[in-house]
């Protein structure tokens, strides 16, 4: 008998659903769908990742997935081949064959008995990576995705290239893949648990190595960005992010290339919209069940008649590492994202920010430690990751400065900077900051970007620049939205390094500016909310024991005989036991990164994680470490993987490694 729509359902929860792929791996699936879905079948929701159900993502599974399988709609959380307890092993992210491997799943669950033929993908950050990646190769019955904190080009907007230049995040998540793939499965779901963990920790891949050996726009970067051809593109694209994560420019471009897609960005780090904070949060399953319900069940739920793009307009506040709330306002474009709306120009001068042009004469030549108050790239972890106040990385950068605003400035889109420059050395790079300057002085990041100079014309055929000749410049700002109020300035920082966002030029350089322009995308200044979400409901959360707290820890440190600098993060997830399966699971988290004010050759960074796993009287550990450092011509990384079982190395690996600098 077919259902009310959205009429609530009782659900079941399969915790191992096994689905075996065409070489004979093994996939093993979560599962939440309606009781009386083999008679009246439903739509599936897939969520295909690495990041483990069994423990890894549970906290937010709990609040999502059984939600909408109340509604009518099978849940479907997929550990990816070599991750949590499927078996076989991971060599990259986004390969062809995790693409093709998703395929295979999507079809087989179109064709069981409690599926309607209908499947919808919905993840954030990796899962809203491959949602797009798999929409692309659009297979038959997946009609709709939920993409949410992704991007559509991988050089270009993940975490290991930004313009050009090399991030710190490259070795910073490899670290943490190098850590979370060398977890074994859960052994109370698989008998042949300790062949599966050995098998994964000898095929584990250190992937800083293989991601720094594509240092240029190339073949691997293409494949699986969506750039490439936005029109392979058939289901159906809701896409949601946040102006606290450092995913922010994917939602605007998939509004504008793709037919029929929506946009949604809050103020919000690296998190789902019905739990994450800054605040304020939205009703995103309700949002997300209208997506489904029209383009899965075929109701009318007036998707279509939506703005195209809807943004939280964040009030400029003071600076702080970390927001608990953001007071602001909902705007919505009609049709199309922010491409449409006029700039105003500000002009960079001897003078300062002016609306006229004038000389400029001025030189930018930081110190290596420049960026100490840029924050983590994404910000996730829940810590004090966002920028801080700008005052002391503005002071060793040059900086231009507009007169007070005689009226409120709502900046909506990517601001577009251009510069007529000149460098001392072939290798060089720019970070530019839109800063928000309030009363006191205090300095508040608006927004930012960063550009490889080498890569000024071309990412994939990049060239140094010659010494001293002058090159016409233009980088694109990370998008905003964001209102500076009557009375205050705005300011355009302008530096030549910015450490630790990125890995520094192998030389100290001196650029001289000669000419330059900030173009400013302007909105009518909006007054009260002009599109209401409802409120953010969830199911039960996930039911633990806390055996230890969190715990997270960033700090800066100068030694005050060397003249070292040291930033020092440590992100204790804390201890906790699953109330339902026993499953215990902790883990830990160091980096250390260091530079000399005066030697960009001294930057090194390292890295430690150490997983936890207890089941019974089963106790597993790995111990994961990593280092960074480089010379005029090569990078120079180390790796090591030590597995325990009790107090016993059961297996340990040592990888060295050096790769080339290609126009880094």
């Known amino acids: 008998m077919t259902q009310t729509p959205n009429a609530l359902r009782a659900i079941t929860e399969e915790p191992d659903l096994g ?18 879905a083999d008679t009246d079948p439903v739509p599936v929701i897939l969520e295909y990742l690495p990041y483990r159900k069994r423990d890894g993502t549970c906290a937010r599974d709990a609040l999502t997935h059984p939600w909408f399988a109340e509604r009518g709609y099978a849940c479907v959380r997929v550990d990816m081949r070599g991750n949590g307890d499927s078996h076989g092993v991971m060599e990259d992210e986004y390969t062809p064959l995790e693409q093709a491997d998703c395929i295979e799943v999507i079809t087989w669950l179109a064709a069981q008995q409690w599926c309607n033929g209908n499947v919808g993908m919905m993840g954030i950050s990796w899962g809203g990576f491959n949602g797009l990646q798999v929409a692309a190769h659009a297979p038959e019955p997946l009609k709709a995705v939920i993409t949410l904190c992704s991007t559509v080009d991988r050089f270009a907007d993940d975490i290991h290239f930004k313009g050009g230049c090399l991030l710190n995040e490259n070795l910073g998540w490899g670290a943490t893949m190098w850590s979370y793939s060398s977890r074994a499965p859960d052994p109370a779901l698989r008998e042949d648990w300790r062949e599966m963990w050995l098998e ?177 790239y994404c910000a996730i972890w829940l810590g004090p990751e966002l920028p801080g106040d700008q005052r002391s990385d503005d002071a060793l950068s040059t900086t231009f400065d507009s007169e007070p605003l005689s009226a409120d400035m709502d900046i909506v889109g990517a601001p577009r900077v251009t510069v007529q420059v000149a460098s001392d050395q072939p290798q060089a790079q720019m970070a530019v900051r839109l800063n928000h300057i309030h009363p006191d002085g205090a300095a508040t990041r608006i927004t930012y970007g960063v550009l490889n100079l080498s890569h ?40 030549d390094a910015y450490w630790p966002l990125i890995w520094p030029s192998p030389a100290p350089t001196t650029l001289t500016l000669s000419a330059g322009q900030i173009a400013l995308p302007q909105r009518p200044t909006s007054g009260s909310d002009e599109y209401a979400f409802p409120p953010p409901t969830a199911a039960d959360p ?19 005989t060397t003249g070292e600098v040291l930033l020092v993060i440590e992100d204790d997830f804390g201890r906790v036991k699953d109330l339902d399966h026993g499953l215990i699971n902790g883990s830990i988290a160091r980096e250390r990164w260091t530079i000399h004010p005066d030697d960009p050759l001294s930057a090194r960074g390292t890295c430690h994680w150490t997983e936890e796993l207890q089941r019974g009287d089963i106790v597993l550990r790995t111990e994961t470490h990593c280092t960074m450092s480089s ?16 107090d016993t190395l059961v297996y340990h690996r040592d990888i060295t490694d050096s790769v080339k600098r290609d126009c880094m």
């Open 542 to 560: 996930w039911q633990i024991e806390t055996l230890r707290p969190q715990n997270h820890i960033r700090r800066r440190e100068t030694d005050m």
């Open 19 to 36: 689905i075996t792929l065409s070489d004979g791996c093994r996939l093993s699936a979560r599962v939440w769908r309606p009781n009386d």
């Open 456 to 495: 000024r014309d071309s990412a994939e055929n990049p060239k140094p620049m010659a010494a001293g000749k002058v090159e016409n410049v233009t980088l694109d700002l990370d998008h905003i939205a964001y209102r500076v109020p009557a009375g205050h300035r705005l300011r355009v920082s302008i530096s």
């Open 200 to 376: 994964r920790l000898a095929a584990e891949p250190f992937l800083p190595s293989l991601w720094l050996r594509h240092q240029r726009r190339d073949a691997y970067w293409k494949q699986g960005s969506v750039i490439e051809d936005y029109s392979a593109i058939k289901a159906r694209v809701l896409a949601i992010g946040g102006w606290g994560d450092a995913y922010k420019n994917a939602v605007p471009q998939l509004v504008e290339a793709l037919p029929g897609a929506k946009g949604i960005v809050g103020p919000w780090v690296h998190k789902y919209p019905h739990f994450a904070i800054p605040e304020p949060r939205i009703g995103f399953l309700q949002e997300a069940l209208r997506w489904w319900d029209r383009w899965l069940k075929g109701i009318d739920t007036g998707v279509e008649d939506d703005p195209d793009y809807r943004a939280y307009l964040m009030d400029g506040l003071r600076p702080a590492a970390w927001y608990l709330q953001r007071p602001g306002r909902w705007i919505a474009e009609p049709t199309g994202a922010t491409s449409h709306l006029q700039t105003k120009t500000l002009h960079l001068t001897n003078d300062g920010l002016r609306t006229t042009t004038g000389q400029l004469d001025r030189t930018v030549a930081s110190p290596a430690h420049c960026g100490a108050d840029a924050g983590e």
């Open 631 to 646: 010379d005029a011509a090569d990078f120079h990384l180390t790796a090591r993987l030590e597995a325990y079982e009790g």
